[in-house]
């Protein structure tokens, strides 16, 4: 969450983001005072996110990196952008949400941020396979359809979370992903069932 407030809205970072204190009033984080004063610290600030000093500056280096690249530079400019937008639509009876990173309806192009420890394509591929990227851009791309907008390019801007923090820009194969629509409706489907019944499915027996 911080990187992406570093990163699409920075304005509004530093009322999002703080470091957390090493010590305080000269007492560190094992003694009462500190757990105390620091608890009333997030009481007071309830929306925080509290970084320690190095993952901290690691957001603001990702950004820096993120915001460098061309892809990211040249859309985060267009006038009708859209960050991190809401959207709600109907299918197979579920009611779903979508939350684009940012969106450029003049462009019809969606960028979704992604860290990664390896974003080379061998390991993009391999997060795509293993978080389910082609569900996820089915999914977006057929909840925006449905809300009437009409989004023709998905990409995904990935960041390394080690220096030199290394950006890359991937797309997923469309036909892979128009696979994934038929999933998508199952799991609707799925969802709704369930919500019905009150029964959830496991993973079944050997």
């Not at 082609?134 to 449905?146: I, S, V």
């Amino acid at each position: 969450n911080a990187f992406h407030t570093a990163t699409l809205e920075p304005g509004k970072f530093d009322d999002e983001v703080a470091v957390k204190p090493t010590e305080i009033d000269g007492q560190g984080p094992r003694t009462k005072h500190y757990r105390e004063a620091f608890e009333l610290m997030q009481k007071n600030e309830p929306g925080k996110i509290w970084l320690s000093t190095s993952d901290y500056d690691l957001v603001l280096d990702m950004a820096s990196a993120a915001l460098d690249n061309p892809v990211l530079k040249t859309y985060l400019s267009e006038v009708d952008a859209i960050i991190e937008g809401t959207g709600y639509f109907e299918m197979e009876g579920a009611k779903c949400k979508v939350r684009p990173d940012l969106y450029l309806p003049g462009a019809g192009v969606v960028i979704d941020l992604k860290t990664t420890q390896e974003g080379d394509p061998k390991g993009f591929g391999y997060s795509v396979r293993k978080y389910g990227y082609d569900f996820q851009t089915a999914f977006y791309m057929e909840g925006l359809r449905r809300m009437g907008y009409n989004p023709t390019q998905f990409i995904y801007l990935c960041v390394e979370k080690s220096a030199p923090y290394l950006t890359s820009a991937y797309e997923i194969d469309a036909g892979q992903v128009d696979r994934m629509k038929v999933k998508m409706g199952e799991a609707c489907r799925t969802w709704v069932k369930c919500m019905e019944t009150g029964e959830w499915p496991g993973y079944g027996w050997l």
